[in-house]
């Protein structure tokens, strides 16, 4: 809901696909200031992807309001 690809999976995390690497950075930066660690994906040949393991439903929530939080500065 909040304007993001995200391709299904059938492990513990997910890949959200940003406009390219450098929106998919600066999501990632922006993570980091909410106290969010991913893992941005670039040196697997996905420069536009963060990937995204799935926690607990507090950490999931969390996770959801930080990156709600940086697609409402766009």
């Known amino acids: 809901g909040l304007g993001f690809e995200i391709r299904k999976s059938i492990g513990n995390f997910v890949l959200i696909y940003f ?3 450098e929106e998919a950075a600066r999501a990632n930066a922006f993570l980091m200031t909410q106290g969010i660690i991913i893992r941005h994906v670039a040196n ?3 420069p ?3 990937r995204i393991t799935i926690g607990k439903d507090e950490e999931n929530q969390a996770f959801l309001e930080a990156l709600g939080k940086f697609a409402a500065q766009k």
């Open 19 to 21: 406009k390219d690497g």
């Open 44 to 46: 697997y040949g996905l």
């Open 48 to 50: 536009q992807c963060l």
